[in-house]
């Protein structure tokens, strides 16, 4: 199927399958349940899981593939939105321009930065692409403020020219994002289906599509001759110098296309909310994408996208949670252990979101290297296990 074998074929499918009945399983409970809180069925998470498992995903193919852990990838995210946001004010509000600059703008400071950092390896290398980084995160801050808007970030306003599209709609206000007239980017529908409300959105649905072509083409690179290169530097890049082949060209391409990823997710959060601030390249953005792709596994093709998730979800869900609703789920308690109970519970939830990320990523470093993938191949591989040893037992005769 496209190209692919069966294995990945079939990832490709079930990936493809999860994304679009998003919105189902993301909301199991019922929306008047206490248990709701956990649904993350709503527009902006679901585009967030897959705007940023684009982003790990392009990571991936620097980090997982060549070994290059670069501590500053989140300058051609930010760099992918301002250069989104510019389209929308001289240009128009179609998102599909605003894409294709972000993808190439990225592209070519990724290959500036990535030609100076190259020349370095290890840990090295993972400085300077965060001074880089930091560079550019100043840069936006104050320097540039004419093209960032600085500390306030880059904004629509009524005065924006777009030549190719209106400055204002007939009510007077700043217009939406759109693939195509009429479709606009927030637009959607809810489906009603007893207490259960399942959200339809344009925008998710176009983040998916991107998130599917983004793997489908991660899935190429990893199985090509490009991928097994790449490979081999992770190995032995000694090894390889020695065989007379230069490594950096192929490094430097990694590098590209991991910033083109980097600017595709950038251009997807300015075309569902046409904002762009230089937080975005601040360092805890580039160590964030890191965390994720460790969470999930290194070098595993759908570990960064289940990294993501796993943090944009506590990030989202998890840090909403505060003492009046853990007084709810607990009420059944006599007063005094439900107080205690939601003590010791209350620091890792809300605020302290933090400190449970930082448990679950300490225990999956621990006990699970290879990330959720490993755990996800030892929950398999006991199923396998068990049902060889029943078709053996049952396959076995009895003695004479």
């Given at each position: 199927m496209f190209g692919l074998n069966k294995k990945d074929g079939t990832l490709l499918l079930i990936v493809t399958i999860l994304t679009l009945f998003a919105p189902f399983i993301l909301n199991p409970f019922p929306t008047d349940?206490?248990?709701a809180q956990f649904n993350a069925g709503y527009p902006d998470l679901m585009q967030r899981f897959v705007?940023?498992?684009i982003f790990a995903i392009g990571f991936n193919i620097l980090f997982g593939l060549t070994g290059y852990l670069s501590f500053g990838h989140a300058a051609f995210l930010g760099v992918g939105?301002?250069?989104a946001v510019w389209v929308f004010k001289l240009v128009g509000m179609n998102i599909l321009p605003a894409i294709a600059l972000s993808v190439v703008v990225s592209g070519v400071f990724a290959l500036l930065i990535g030609f100076v950092s190259l020349r370095r390896?290890?840990?090295?290398?993972s400085i300077l692409t965060l001074a880089f980084a930091q560079m550019s995160f100043n840069l936006a801050y104050s320097v540039l403020t004419p093209l960032t808007n600085g500390e306030t970030g880059l904004q629509l306003t009524l005065n924006d020219p777009r030549f190719l599209g209106q400055s204002a709609t007939a009510d007077g206000s700043i217009p939406s994002t759109n693939i195509l007239p009429g479709v606009e980017m927030r637009s959607g529908f809810d489906l009603l289906f007893g207490p259960w409300s399942f959200t339809f959105n344009v925008g998710y649905y176009l983040c998916a599509i991107f998130m599917l072509i983004a793997f489908y083409m991660s899935i190429r690179i990893f199985r090509s001759p490009f991928g097994l290169m790449l490979r081999a530097i992770k190995s032995n890049q000694q090894r390889l110098n020695y065989t007379g082949l230069n490594a950096r060209p192929y490094t430097l391409a990694a590098f590209v296309i991991s910033g083109m990823y980097a600017g595709l997710a950038g251009g997807l959060m300015a075309s569902m909310d046409p904002l762009a601030g230089a937080e975005r390249m601040f360092w805890t953005a580039s160590g964030e994408v890191v965390l994720m792709t460790i969470l999930g596994g290194v070098?595993?093709?759908?570990?960064?996208?289940?990294?993501?998730?796993l943090i944009k979800y506590m990030e989202n869900i998890i840090s909403k949670i505060n003492a009046d609703i853990l007084h709810g789920w607990f009420a059944f308690l006599p007063d005094g252990l439900e107080d205690v109970v939601v003590t010791l519970i209350y620091p890792f939830i809300g605020k302290g979101?933090?400190?449970t990320l930082?448990?679950?990523f300490m225990l999956v470093v621990i006990f699970l290297p290879g990330g959720l993938v490993q755990g996800g191949q030892k929950i398999a591989g006991l199923?396998?296990?068990k049902k060889t040893q029943e078709s053996k037992n049952a396959t076995t005769e009895p003695a004479e």
């Open positions: 349940s206490a248990m705007i940023f498992g939105s301002y250069a390896s290890g840990i090295y290398f070098g595993t093709l759908i570990g960064p996208v289940l990294g993501a998730g979101w933090h400190l930082g448990i679950v199923f396998r296990r």
